[in-house]
């Protein structure tokens, strides 16, 4: 019966990624996107990028919607960021509180 139930467990947390994933929190990306608006090239905003994907499909499955686009807001800036060298990084900080009141 306990290996039918460690089965059963592993079936749920595999088959469904955003559980078997780390979420990441919202002061984490918050502060990840202040590192970004120094260094919009940095390994960081990469990995930013795929965080805040991660919490915006989460929250779109809870139908924050306020929320998801906020998140997607940011996503555009940090990408404006960093495929635009000349463009400045002041649309990261614009979209901060955006994100922290929706979020």
């Known amino acids: 019966m306990k290996y039918l139930t460690f ?8 088959s469904n ?10 002061s984490k990306i918050l502060k990840e996107a202040s590192y970004c608006i120094k260094d919009s090239q940095a390994q960081v905003c990469k990995k930013l990028f795929s965080q805040i ?7 779109f ?4 919607f306020k ?3 906020s ?6 800036a940090i990408i ?3 495929f635009y ?14 994100v922290i009141k929706n979020c």
């Open 17 to 26: 990624f955003v559980l078997a994933e780390t979420i990441p929190t919202k």
């Open 85 to 98: 060298k000349n463009s400045s990084n002041e649309r990261i900080s614009l979209m901060i509180p955006y």
């Open 7 to 14: 089965l059963l467990l592993k079936f749920l947390l595999l």
């Open 71 to 76: 998140l997607l807001g940011m996503q555009s």
């Open 53 to 59: 994907e991660k919490l915006q499909l989460l929250v």
């Open 61 to 64: 499955d809870q139908n924050r």
């Open 67 to 69: 929320c998801q686009s």
């Open 80 to 82: 404006e960021a960093y």
